[in-house]
């Protein structure tokens, strides 16, 4: 049995082994010089390629609760010992985050890339196919050249960051076929933000919380390294509230960010701690008074969006009122969200082929016998910290398993 997989990526390089470890004959075509370029460039390359935290509430998407039988089938036990089985020794990093050993990304890759060779997967790069045609038994696949497979494996991937291979095709594809497409948009990616103090603030980092929110109702709040850019905010746990600030924009609500960076201390501790530093040091400016508090850079907008005027007046002569008005903006400090980065800065696709048009089992298209589809995809997507990638292992194994039986 023929098998074509489309997209040479995590999801297509594991439906590739599956198939073949069922005795097919697989075939990868891949639009770039070479498959898995997308997987050298998670986790900052060090590639947390699953998560100990695993869990469909991890997850999203219009029918998301369809994607929890391949995540069964190939769970996070099965990814684990299919790894070590190549020779993979797992680290665990912070928050369950899973890492190859050698904390390269490029350890993933090549050890897929050998088993894939191993089970002699022929694959075909600089290979972007345009249209998938199905006729009586057989699929036609038209690239640079006509190709012709017994079964098809759709694992294109979403639309985020182009440059690695992901550039929405597969869509196409899927929508020449019948399927509906989810109307897609960036996931895990930094947002822009309403202030003129942003090219003041740019590059400033520190741990605390960042929470969105429309109509005065908490979205997503998550907690960890917070930068401040010259168009917005970025850090890890920016990116993990994006999609739902996002959501709430396309829905055409204006939405917030709150962003606090005393997480561990309340505003009444606050309020003592400053208390007693300006009583300490009464004798200086509201200016000089908080060097050594918070980062110098931070000092002058604080105060400014506190709505003070005069950075001069002595600290020793503010009132109860006036450090509030300070602690507000450093327990939570409003922007309002303008936007988001591009899809070229993007980590994950939201949308995408829905999950209700394949059979959830074994990821066949409800639209057509012998296409199977796994990946970025389908309307799935996960948390940053590894579940995009798990969700990458589980709906790829599932399709190559179940398309190869």
Not at 25 to 34: H, M
Not at 44 to 52: A, F, P
Not at 238 to 250: A, F, K, T, Y
Not at 369 to 388: A, M, P, Q, T
């Amino acid at each position: 049995m023929k098998i074509a997989v489309i997209g040479g990526g995590a999801s297509g390089l594991i439906a590739a082994i599956a198939a073949a470890r069922n005795g097919a004959e697989v075939t990868i075509y891949e639009k770039l010089n070479r498959v898995g370029k997308k997987i050298l460039a998670t986790g900052n390359g060090r590639c947390n390629y699953t998560n100990l935290n695993m869990s469909i509430d991890r997850y999203h998407g219009k029918n998301v609760k369809l994607a929890k039988a391949p995540m069964e089938f190939f769970d996070l036990n099965e990814t684990l010992r299919f790894f070590e089985s190549l020779g993979v020794h797992p680290y665990e990093g912070e928050s369950g985050k899973i890492y190859p050993n050698s904390l390269q990304a490029s350890s993933i890759l090549d050890v897929l890339r050998y088993e894939a060779e191993r089970l002699k997967v022929s694959e075909i790069t600089d290979c972007e196919i345009k249209e998938l045609r199905k006729s009586k038994d057989k699929f036609s696949i038209i690239g640079n050249e006509a190709y012709l497979s017994d079964k098809v494996i759709l694992a294109t991937g979403g639309k985020a960051a182009p440059q690695l291979g992901s550039d929405g095709k597969g869509y196409e594809i899927a929508k020449s076929l019948g399927h509906k497409i989810i109307e897609p948009f960036p996931a895990l990616v930094q947002l822009k933000l309403k202030s003129k103090y942003l090219k003041r603030i740019s590059g400033i980092r520190f741990d605390g919380i960042v929470k969105g929110v429309t109509d005065n109702k908490l979205i997503r709040e998550d907690e960890g390294e917070i930068l401040f850019t010259d168009y917005g905010i970025s850090g890890p746990p920016v990116l993990q509230i994006s999609r739902r600030v996002i959501e709430e924009l396309n829905k055409g609500n204006i939405a917030y960010i709150l962003v606090d960076m005393f997480p561990d201390t309340t505003k009444l501790q606050l309020y003592e701690l400053l208390q007693a530093r300006f009583i300490d040091i009464g004798y200086k400016s509201l200016e000089e008074s908080l060097i050594g508090f918070i980062n110098k850079k931070l000092i002058p907008v604080v105060l400014m969006e506190a709505g003070f005027e005069d950075l001069n007046k002595n600290c020793g002569k503010l009132n109860k009122k006036e450090i509030y008005k300070i602690i507000d903006i450093l327990k939570e400090w409003k922007f309002e969200v303008t936007g988001h980065n591009t899809w070229q800065q993007a980590q994950s696709t939201a949308g995408g082929i829905d999950m209700s048009e394949v059979n959830s089992g074994t990821l066949e298209s409800n639209k057509v016998k012998g296409l199977y589809i796994c990946g970025e995809v389908l309307d799935v997507d996960g948390d940053c910290g590894g579940f995009n990638l798990q969700w990458a292992w589980s709906s790829g194994y599932t399709a190559g398993y179940y398309s190869s039986i």
